[in-house]
């Protein structure tokens, strides 16, 4: 049973940083490509950032680029999402989501929900003005 958890949410100010963990367990976490979606209220939930299996290639929404970033530790089955010069339009409730294929991600066939096989419960992070 493959399992995502995400943590680190919370309400910060804008321009505020801060960074978001998520822990795989129930498959070899270093095989797969990870991703970053989020979901605002009364909006459709969108791709925000993705890592390649072995964390060499990254991709990045525009409204997040410069700002955010995507790291993993394949030691402890972790992917990470630091969040810098928070905005407003930056809350919604985050979700951390793993490839159905091995040895890909990191690119932007990985903007599509549909090449994500497991999902995690999300963590909110409210940005004030």
């Known amino acids: 049973q493959v399992q995502l958890v995400e943590s680190g949410g919370g309400l910060v100010q804008a321009g505020d940083s801060l960074r978001l963990s998520c822990a795989a367990s129930?498959?070899?976490?270093?095989?797969?490509?990870m991703g970053w979606f989020r979901q605002a209220p009364g909006k459709e939930r969108e791709f925000v950032a993705a890592?390649?299996?072995?964390?060499?290639?990254?991709y990045y929404a525009d409204s997040v680029k410069g700002r955010f970033t995507i790291s993993r530790d394949n030691v402890k089955n972790t992917v990470y999402l630091q969040m810098n010069s928070l905005k407003p339009e930056d809350t919604a409730v985050y979700y951390c989501?793993?490839?159905?294929?091995?040895?890909?991600?990191?690119?932007?066939?990985?903007?599509?929900?549909?090449?994500?096989?497991?999902w995690g419960q999300g963590t909110q992070v409210t940005v004030s003005s």
């Open positions: 890592i390649n299996w072995s964390g060499r290639s990254t």
């Open positions: 989501a793993s490839d159905r294929a091995r040895y890909s991600g990191g690119s932007y066939d990985s903007t599509s929900q549909l090449r994500y096989a497991y």
């Open positions: 129930g498959r070899t976490f270093s095989d797969y490509g």
